[in-house]
Each structure stands twice: as structure tokens, then as C-alpha cells.
């Protein structure tokens, strides 16, 4: 089988440190699954990787509407707070109503969204949607009351254009890839901000990713590091951490993306075409908490 060019990301890290076993079937397993003439089990893997959860579809969804506010230039008649909560809502219970009720949508097309805890528990309980339209109204109130939300729209920030936010550096002869959030310059000082909207708690891998985003942007927009203003905006418990970075932080980072990469590599068999050793070398996780959430859990021997 021909795989993808090896890439490393955030998110690729994150789940190899989480288990071994989920990294194998979420980047290889299920690898050419929407493809009629790929496996029963590859096809099924890449359904199961698909699901989503109410948390994760909330947080997709805010990120689109603010991405579209400040795209279409924020205009206060439009985009206010009553209108993103329920047209982000609205989709919510689309999305509820159709993986409870029609799965086959996402079955045979799972390009599709399913919801996790539609597909595994058969039910989604009214406490749990009441705790996340609470949880949607307290991230959309947040939102129109942050600094960054009234610091761009009162002062008329330029805000750059979606294609410089998705990038790559190279990190060697490996694509490590990046997607910012928001970047805006204040035209008098030329200094860059850089907000990561979080919808979820505080985790100290928050800054690390920061930091690489920084790193990128000194080397590929020119501008030292005094120059570039790093924001990370907790939406949901309304928290604002703002980190102006030094060059031991970009140093510590590299660090951190160089053993990860070298560690990512060792589990290939053929590293120049990205081709994984055998499942065999993929270990369970001992950590039986991460199993409960796991998407894969239907179709892993441990559980
Ligand atoms: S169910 Fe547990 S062991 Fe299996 S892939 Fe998921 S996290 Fe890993």
C-alpha cells in the first residue's frame, strides 16, 4: 500500500503519546478507507476514525464562526451573540438527530459526521445536551467579551488571510505542519499577534505549540521574537494568557518536535515512503481511561 509523505503535527504527537496502538489505526490502518477497493477492516477503521464527540463538534464550529467574522469583517448587526449560538446550536442538533436517527448517512458515506456517544451508547441523555448548550452559551458570551475579540474589531486590525494561517516548516527534510488561528498586525508598532482560541481547559502543552507557531512566523515573516505577541484565549472559563517568548522557549520547542519526529520514525519500516513496522510493534496503552473515549475501542483487542 502507498501511504501519505511523513508529516508531523501537534496532533500526530499527541496521540502516539496517548497509545501506540490508536496512533497505528488512526495514520495507517485507516489509511485509503473511503476506498471500495481498500479492506473491510481498513474501511471500517476509517469510519471509526471519523466519529466525533458533542465537545470537539462545539469547538470546530466556534472556530469556524469567529474564522468568518473576522474574515467577512466583523459587522455588529450580523454577527452577534444570539445569532452564532444558535446557528452553531442548530447544526449541534442536526448532527444529534442524524446519528441518532439515521446513521446510514455517515455508514455510507463516513466522510459523513457520526457522533461518538450516539454510536457507542445508542442514546445521548438530555442532561448531556443541556450541559452542552450551557457550555456553547458560556464559550459564545466569552468570546464577544474578549480583549482580542474587542481589540480587533474597535481598533480595525488587519486580519491575514486564511491561506497564510495553514502552513508548513520544514523541520529537516520533514514537513511539520501548522494551523494558526488568528493573526493580526497593529500597523504602527508591526507587531504580529497570535491568538489560539481554546474551548476546552488549560493544558501546559498549550505553549509549546505557541511557541513552534512563533518560531515560524520570526523565520517566515522576518520578525524577531520582541515582535510577535502570543495569546491563548480560554473561551470557556474566560481566561486570557498572553506569552512573549525568548529564544530558550524556541530552543526547548525544537527540541521537544526533533525527539518527537525521531521517535515517530522509529515505528517505520520503511521510513523515505512513510510504510509502518507490523501492528505487532504498536503497544495497548495501560491506561484504561483513555480506552473508555477511544474511537477505536470497538475494534481494539484490549477492550
Ligand atoms: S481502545 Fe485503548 S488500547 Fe485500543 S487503540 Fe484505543 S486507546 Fe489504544
Not at 469583517?73 to 450580523?78: C, D, H, M, N, T
Not at 500597523?187 to 513552534?212: C, F, M, N, S
Request: charged share 25%; aromatic share 14%; proline share 3%.
Amino acid at each position: 500500500m502507498k501511504y501519505p509523505e511523513f508529516r508531523w503535527s501537534f496532533s500526530k504527537h499527541k496521540t502516539l503519546m496517548t497509545c501506540q496502538a490508536k496512533y497505528y489505526k488512526q495514520y495507517y490502518q485507516s489509511h485509503n478507507g473511503w476506498r471500495e477497493d481498500t479492506s473491510a477492516l481498513g474501511r471500517h477503521t476509517y469510519r471509526l476514525k471519523n466519529l466525533t464527540t458533542l465537545e470537539i463538534e462545539v469547538g470546530n464550529k466556534v472556530h469556524q464562526f469567529i474564522e468568518e467574522v473576522f474574515m467577512n469583517s466583523y459587522q455588529p448587526g450580523i454577527h452577534t451573540e444570539e445569532e452564532m449560538f444558535c446557528s452553531i446550536w442548530n447544526e449541534i442538533m442536526v448532527l444529534v438527530e442524524t446519528s441518532l436517527h439515521h446513521p446510514e448517512v455517515w455508514y455510507e458515506d463516513p466522510r459523513n459526521k457520526m457522533l461518538f456517544e450516539a454510536y457507542y451508547n445508542s442514546e445521548i441523555p438530555d442532561s448531556k445536551l443541556e450541559e452542552t448548550k450551557e457550555r456553547l452559551k458560556q464559550i459564545v458570551q466569552n468570546f464577544f467579551q474578549s480583549d482580542t475579540f474587542r481589540e480587533v474589531t474597535q481598533n480595525h486590525y488587519p486580519v491575514w488571510k486564511t491561506s497564510e494561517k495553514f502552513r508548513h516548516m520544514m523541520n529537516g527534510n520533514i514537513k511539520v505542519q501548522i494551523k494558526m488561528d488568528l493573526l493580526y498586525s497593529d500597523k504602527k508598532t508591526k507587531v504580529v499577534h497570535l491568538v489560539d482560541w481554546k474551548t476546552g481547559k488549560i493544558r501546559e502543552e498549550d505553549r509549546y505549540q505557541l511557541a513552534l507557531y512563533s518560531h515560524y512566523i520570526s523565520h517566515a515573516f522576518k520578525r524577531d521574537l520582541s515582535q510577535i505577541k502570543l495569546v491563548n484565549e480560554y473561551l470557556l472559563d474566560n481566561q486570557r494568557k498572553d506569552y512573549q517568548l525568548q529564544q530558550i522557549d524556541i530552543q526547548n520547542m525544537r527540541e521537544v518536535v526533533a525527539n518527537s519526529i525521531s521517535y515517530m520514525q522509529s515505528f517505520l519500516e520503511v521510513p523515505d515512503s512513510n510504510v509502518p513496522l507490523d501492528q505487532s510493534f504498536f503497544e495497548q496503552t495501560a491506561n484504561e481511561q483513555v480506552c473508555v473515549f477511544c474511537s477505536f475501542k470497538e475494534i481494539c483487542k484490549k477492550v
